[in-house]
């Protein structure tokens, strides 16, 4: 089942358990992907790996403005950011721990030949595609130059 189609399902249970964080969140994934599958040159139907940027992308919104009403203490605002978060996250894959990243970053290093702080750009092309989804791109970033400058 694609995620248009998972989400479409969701959706109706939403509607029906008359759940209104659920269906705005739901809604709004299923908005991205619209949008996505009707931009100019777009194929009929959007790939797997469209799908994972849709959603980490709406994950990342929700995170950014979850970050600001904190600041400003609008509580009201943040729970509904984090509510609409954690419904995204149910689509997305489970996230890799500190270790996983580690592991697999010097893996990476070791595929690219990669030995000084010069090589992060090479490092970070291969990491951002294979870790797409799974780790936070911030998350890599700070790993690849730690790693790349021990």
């Known amino acids: 089942m694609s995620l248009k189609q998972n989400i479409e ?9 008359k759940d209104k964080t659920r269906l705005s969140a739901l809604r709004a994934i299923k908005s991205l992907i619209l949008l996505e599958e009707t931009k100019s040159g777009a194929k009929a139907e959007i790939t797997e790996e469209d799908e994972l ?6 994950a990342k919104q929700r995170k950014d403005s979850a970050e600001i009403y904190e600041q400003q203490g609008r509580a009201d605002l943040l729970e509904v950011e984090m509510a609409e978060l954690a419904i995204i996250q149910e ?4 996230a890799m721990t500190e270790e996983e990243i580690t592991a697999a970053i010097k893996a990476i290093i ?4 990669a030995s000084s702080p ?4 090479k490092v970070m092309g ?3 595609k294979e870790l797409a989804g799974k780790a ?4 890599i970033a ?3 130059k730690a790693l790349l400058n021990s």
């Open 126 to 128: 291969v990491a951002s």
């Open 53 to 58: 940027k849709i959603l980490t992308k709406a």
């Open 110 to 113: 070791t595929q690219t030949g």
């Open 142 to 144: 700070e790993k690849v």
């Open 91 to 94: 689509f997305l894959p489970k």
């Open 136 to 139: 936070d791109g911030k998350v």
């Open 118 to 121: 010069k090589d992060m750009g």
């Open 9 to 17: 399902s969701e959706i109706k249970s939403a509607m029906i358990a």
